[in-house]
């Protein structure tokens, strides 16, 4: 199994704001994160309730390196800006 991280963006769109993140994480980590809900709160403001499920092209892939991924995440962690949807999945009580 690949263990190599890479760099990915994360991008929802809305009228009165967008949810952004780059964020780093193994192929498969995204793979099995399309079809899953991720609820992100009222992170846009109040009564602004953020969630929904992750659908193909959501989540792009950013043409770095992985070497550069691993030497950069070791400063910065698997979130490098914005919001990593890895950290939201709705989990089913």
Request: hydrophobic share 40%.
């Amino acid at each position: 199994m690949d263990e190599t991280k890479y760099l990915w963006k994360f991008g929802w769109r809305f009228g009165y704001g967008d949810v952004e993140g780059l964020f780093v994480a193994t192929e498969a980590e995204v793979a099995d994160l399309i079809g899953e809900v991720i609820d992100f709160g009222e992170i846009l403001g109040k009564h602004n309730e953020i969630y929904g499920e992750v659908k193909e092209g959501e989540i792009r892939k950013v043409e770095i390196d992985p070497e550069t991924v691993a030497n950069v995440s070791a400063v910065l962690g698997d979130t490098w800006s914005g919001y990593n949807p890895l950290h939201y999945v709705w989990e089913d009580e």
